[in-house]
């Protein structure tokens, strides 16, 4: 099925390791994101990418790294972990008239 | 830069109740607009969208009009089931120098009573 498709859906990690999020997509669109929500809250913009190459930070963007691969992939990383960064992840993908969630990532660093 | 406010949840009504949402957005150019739903424990599904002044987009019952002199897309729905509980969210994207870029507003959460 065509979407967006993020690994793993579910992390325990403890305070200090590290970990890559992977999403891709299948729709040939060139802007994708990384999301985070937290219990009770909206989505708070972590890293966006308009393009292949290209990225730019967003509201929340400390202790993560990203990396637009190529057109379809485009990965979080938490270089070391600590438990303000426990939540749920989403990445998505759009173009100006579709957008597209992944089914999430739920991340406890302990 | 482009901006999307809805109305501060939460909202309670009663089953087959008349549920209305309020979003207006702040853009540049000609955004396209969206209302998403999470229901709990998952992700976000998009519920409807328009991509021109005056569309109407409509899904399970919802409907939500592109109103570009209000700059506003209201999600309405006629008779609320509890099934209907969930957390709503009004989004945009417009084309720019920084790409289509997806901006989403803060959610509203629906609380739908037997």
């Known amino acids: 099925n065509a979407g967006v498709t993020q690994t793993p859906k579910f992390q325990v990690l403890k305070t200090g390791q590290s970990m890559t999020l992977q999403c891709a997509q299948d729709?040939?669109?060139?802007?994708m994101y990384w999301y985070r929500q937290d219990p009770g809250m909206g989505l708070r913009l972590i890293y966006y990418?308009?393009?292949?190459?290209?990225?730019d930070k967003g509201e929340v963007p400390n202790g993560y790294n990203v990396s637009r691969l190529n057109k379809r992939e485009f990965s979080l990383r938490l270089e070391s972990a600590a438990p303000s960064q426990t939540s749920v992840y989403f990445c998505?993908?759009?173009?100006?008239?579709?957008?597209?969630f992944g089914q999430g990532t739920r991340l406890t660093v302990v | 830069g482009n901006s999307v406010t809805q109305m501060e949840g939460p909202v309670t009504l009663s089953e087959e109740a008349f549920l209305t949402i309020n979003c207006t957005y702040t853009?540049?150019?000609?955004?396209?607009l969206f209302w998403y739903v999470q229901y709990p424990g998952e992700g976000l599904q998009l519920l409807l969208k328009?991509?021109?002044?005056?569309d109407k987009g409509s899904n399970k019952g919802f409907e939500a009009t592109y109103r570009k002199e209000t700059t506003s897309f209201h999600l309405e729905k006629g008779s609320v089931q509890v099934s209907d509980s969930a957390v709503y969210f009004c989004?945009?994207?417009?084309?720019?120098?920084?790409?289509?870029?997806?901006?989403f507003g803060g959610g509203t959460r629906v609380l739908v009573k037997p």
């Open positions: 998505a993908s759009n173009e100006v008239f579709e957008a597209f």
């Open positions: 729709m040939n669109h060139n802007s």
């Open positions: 990418s308009a393009s292949e190459g290209t990225t």
């Open positions: 853009a540049t150019g000609y955004p396209s």
């Open positions: 328009a991509t021109k002044a005056d």
């Open positions: 989004a945009l994207t417009s084309e720019g120098a920084a790409g289509n870029k997806l901006t």
